[in-house]
């Protein structure tokens, strides 16, 4: 799947937030500077997957996921010490309207779905007009 596909970071409804960042971004010194509570989303565009996850301290959590500490977050890990393309976009619970974390991680993955379904329409018309030409 290719990273043209995604318009990233799309508009999270209810959100003034589009932190996007790079698993290099999560280094030892700079996880602990302005942390916050909130959800991420992690989209691995070489296969396609996404992953939503939240925690009180979101670069911490991140910081864990891509130094392999994480074992439930394992295939992300892998996948990117593979030389999968991996985006994140992280959203800050103050910058939204929701006022508990697993609301909001509920809400990004709705969000996620939508937007999923609508860029699976999208690649099917794009097969189908290559198919009539």
Partial sequence: MSSKLYNLPFTI?????DITYTPKDFKKKSIKKDDFKG?????DLTTGQ????SSRKVKKALFKIF???NSSMA???YGWKAGHE?????VDIKDTDYRFVRNL???LR????????ALAKEIKKLNISDDND
């Fill in 13 to 17: 409804e209810g959100t003034k937030s």
């Fill in 39 to 43: 959800a991420y989303i992690i989209f």
């Fill in 50 to 53: 996404n992953y939503v996850g």
């Fill in 67 to 69: 130094k392999g500490k």
């Fill in 75 to 77: 295939e992300v890990y």
């Fill in 86 to 90: 991996v985006t994140i976009q992280a």
């Fill in 105 to 107: 991680r509920k809400g």
């Fill in 110 to 117: 709705r969000i996620v779905a939508k937007y999923e379904k």
